[in-house]
């Protein structure tokens, strides 16, 4: 399917690895021009170079911290004029309800909820100007379905995703859609790092943690970044333009639900 965005640019914050990593590409891969960002520049130019070689598209990378305001300053300037915006930083790091305290909440709240509105405000207008735009914001299955030990994740995303709701209908008439990707478990560091959360906390392998964690997902299995971008990709498409202020879950069944 021709998505239809040749020649678009698209903005995808903390896309060096993981899900930002299968969006960057999955944008490339469509003919989309980049602007990719992490705070680490290694693994952000190496990851650069692939998707220069592999779709010849441009590839402009910024290093700096999405969650800061310096770094938002500068992921913005180089990103002026974007048709494409992808929200998206690391996730909070687990614990139990009573362990944290206010700061901890801010870190959360300017990682997962106003780091993305800021960028929002910045770029949308613009496209709403344009006539056309897509936001994608990478929130999680634990905004349809808490998770325990992700109270900090439950509670920022939860805030996102109130604003989504009603920013997306103010914006939708000026050809600007926004909408939400709710990742359940998939094979990224970050799946590497609550696995080892569990096996250090049960004193179970890691091996072991992963096929706990399988079982209670109907697919039987994590899912990729790819299968993850190319959904990311489709919601940036001409073809999902009637697609306002949705919350797509991907998580393999994981959240037994009928809505
Ligand atoms: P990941 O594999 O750990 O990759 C995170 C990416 O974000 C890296 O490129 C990292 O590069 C960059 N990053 C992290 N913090 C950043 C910051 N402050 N500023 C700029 N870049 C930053 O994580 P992932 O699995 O792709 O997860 C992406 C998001 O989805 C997270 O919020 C996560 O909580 C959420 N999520 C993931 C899963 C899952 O199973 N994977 C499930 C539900 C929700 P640097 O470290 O170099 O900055």
């Given at each position: 399917?021709?998505?239809?965005?040749?020649?678009?640019?698209?903005?995808?914050?903390?896309?060096?690895?993981?899900?930002?990593?299968?969006?960057?590409?999955?944008?490339?891969?469509?003919?989309?021009?980049?602007?990719?960002?992490?705070?680490?520049e290694?693994?952000l130019?190496?990851?650069?170079?692939?998707?220069?070689?592999?779709?010849?598209?441009?590839?402009?990378t910024v290093a700096a911290?999405?969650?800061?305001?310096?770094?938002?300053?500068?992921?913005?300037?180089?990103?002026?004029?974007?048709?494409?915006?992808?929200?998206?930083?690391?996730?909070?790091?687990?614990?139990?309800?009573?362990?944290?305290?206010?700061?901890?909440?801010?870190?959360?709240?300017?990682?997962?909820?106003?780091?993305?509105?800021?960028?929002?405000?910045?770029?949308?207008?613009?496209?709403?100007?344009?006539?056309?735009?897509?936001?994608?914001?990478?929130?999680?299955?634990?905004?349809?379905?808490?998770?325990?030990?992700?109270?900090?994740?439950?509670?920022?995303?939860?805030?996102?995703?109130?604003?989504?709701?009603?920013?997306?209908?103010?914006?939708?008439?000026?050809?600007?859609?926004?909408?939400?990707?709710?990742?359940?478990?998939?094979?990224?560091?970050?799946?590497?790092?609550?696995?080892?959360?569990?096996?250090?906390?049960?004193?179970?392998?890691?091996?072991?943690?992963?096929?706990?964690?399988?079982?209670?997902?109907?697919?039987?299995?994590?899912?990729?970044?790819?299968?993850?971008?190319?959904?990311?990709?489709?919601?940036?498409?001409?073809?999902?333009?009637?697609?306002?202020?949705?919350?797509?879950?991907?998580?393999?069944?994981?959240?037994?639900?009928?809505?």
């Amino acid at each position: 399917m021709d998505l239809g965005l040749a020649g678009k640019r698209a903005l995808v914050c903390a896309s060096s690895k993981g899900l930002g990593l299968g969006c960057a590409e999955a944008l490339a891969e469509a003919g989309v021009d980049l602007i990719m960002n992490a705070r680490g520049e290694q693994a952000l130019e190496a990851s650069a170079v692939a998707i220069r070689d592999a779709y010849g598209v441009k590839v402009v990378t910024v290093a700096a911290d999405i969650t800061s305001a310096d770094g938002q300053a500068a992921v913005i300037a180089a990103a002026e004029g974007v048709d494409i915006l992808v929200n998206n930083a690391g996730g909070p790091p687990p614990g139990l309800w009573s362990d944290w305290d206010r700061d901890d909440f801010i870190a959360a709240l300017d990682a997962n909820m106003l780091a993305p509105i800021a960028l929002i405000k910045a770029l949308v207008p613009a496209m709403m100007d344009r006539g056309w735009g897509r936001v994608v914001n990478i929130t999680s299955q634990s905004v349809k379905a808490p998770i325990p030990v992700l109270g900090l994740s439950n509670s920022a995303r939860a805030g996102l995703t109130g604003y989504v709701a009603g920013t997306s209908r103010q914006v939708a008439g000026s050809g600007v859609t926004i909408n939400n990707l709710l990742p359940g478990i998939h094979a990224t560091d970050r799946a590497v790092s609550l696995d080892s959360g569990v096996s250090a906390a049960q004193g179970i392998s890691m091996e072991e943690a992963k096929a706990q964690r399988c079982a209670t997902i109907p697919a039987g299995r994590y899912g990729t970044r790819q299968e993850f971008g190319a959904t990311c990709a489709f919601l940036c498409s001409q073809h999902a333009g009637f697609i306002v202020g949705q919350n797509i879950l991907l998580d393999g069944g994981a959240v037994n639900a009928t809505l």
